[in-house]
């Protein structure tokens, strides 16, 4: 059975850091392009950040350009998202979802998703 599955979420204070995982499992991420969604209560699900394997090309939402950071570590399987100087506003479930080698922006584009990792941020 090939999953993704997401991990790291937590609660934070406002201006805190975590990091949530993907890792795969019944195959190997290496071809993949990996995109990281979110969806806050009464939102529709946006795009985050998307890694591909093509070329390595990243990609940020505006409003996380210059606080999240997206990687991959073949040897584990897994990608990251290094989220920093977080705000209210990040608070919402975080999917980590995979389609074959390069990102898009089509939530129906990507063939494998992970049930979410909750992350609120709250003072």
């Known amino acids: 059975q090939l999953v993704v599955v997401e991990s790291g979420g937590g609660s934070v204070q406002p201006g805190g850091s975590l990091r949530v995982s993907c890792a795969a499992s019944?195959?190997?991420?290496?071809?993949?392009?990996i995109g990281w969604f979110r969806q806050a209560p009464g939102k529709e699900r946006e795009g985050v950040s998307c890694?591909?394997?093509?070329?390595?090309?990243?990609y940020y939402v505006e409003s996380v350009k210059g606080r999240f950071t997206i990687s991959r570590d073949n040897a584990k399987n897994t990608v990251y998202l290094q989220m920093n100087s977080l705000k209210p506003e990040d608070t919402a479930v975080y999917y980590c979802?995979?389609?074959?080698?390069?990102?898009?922006?089509?939530?129906?584009?990507?063939?494998?998703w992970g049930q979410g990792t909750q992350v609120t941020v709250s003072s």
């Open positions: 979802a995979a389609r074959p080698v390069w990102c898009s922006g089509v939530l129906y584009d990507y063939d494998y």
């Open positions: 890694i591909s394997y093509g070329d390595g090309s990243v």
């Open positions: 019944g195959f190997t991420l290496d071809y993949y392009a």
